[in-house]
């Protein structure tokens, strides 16, 4: 009895100094203090750009105040909707804005799979070719559509055809870019398979590379058609053709019901354009 006694008393006191062995591990942190200060420095930049930029915009308060009632004054105007003013002009101007989208993005794929072909590492292993392909890529990318407009306006004239131009431009950098980098993911084993049975450059491109980016394609087609029509809608603002020209006119001349009918028409071109590129890509990809 006495021994059992003394093997539970020494069993007790053995606990709290178990239990003080675990309070010796360290507290648990997110981040260093070094990351702490990282994090803070860039939320200081972020905000202080912020307030920086918002002092540079020069708001007019008198305006800013004023905008509720002058949007409640226009929608007013353009209530009801002029329905007469589709078939007579709109029906036709947005007929031109689909043929400037679907144009523009044929004409692209002339120069984005050419240069999607020298941008791909795998395909062209030549670095400076790969170089020069970039920048006509990055190029077209970072001049908008509106620009571009009035660059092929001033040699065209106003029209389709200087929108078409600015779509299709505007569409190489965007289309060949996503290009090159499916092209680049590929996977090697069909290619090298080819290769070893000495298929020629242009059987490895149609039988080895083609099937794996073939969904890749049809999607950033469909993609960038649905963003040309986008696009295309507002060309017509600078001269360019479409549906712009119209809504130019109508705001100029404050025929308030006409712009209302006008952008009606846009958001259900839009819309239909949007369910019928995933229509498509169901079906296909």
Known sequence: MTTAHINNKSHVENIPQVGNMSHIDKEWQRFTSSERIARFAIYLCFVS???????????????????PAQFADMFERMMPLDYAFYPESIHEAMVETLNIATLGTLFTLI?????????????????????????FL??????????????????FGPGLLAGIMAIAIRSIGFVGKLLAEALAEVNAGPIEALRATGASWMSILLKGYWPQVM??????????WDINVRESA?????????IGVILNDAQNLFEWQKVAMVLVSIFTVVIVAEAVVIHIRNKII
Not at 234 to 242: C, K, Y
């Open 138 to 155: 990055v190029s077209s990318r970072s001049v908008n559509s509106l620009v571009w407009a009035l660059l092929f306006i001033a040699l």
């Open 234 to 242: 507002v060309l017509g603002l600078v001269g360019a053709g479409g």
């Open 215 to 224: 969904p890749a394609f049809y999607s950033i087609v469909l993609f960038r």
């Open 111 to 135: 120069f984005a799979i050419p240069l999607a072909l020298l941008n791909a590492p795998n395909i062209t292993p030549n670095k400076t070719l790969n170089w020069i392909a970039q920048v």
């Open 49 to 67: 750009a912020i307030v920086w930029s918002w002092q540079t915009v020069e708001v007019i308060p008198e305006f800013l105040y004023d905008a």
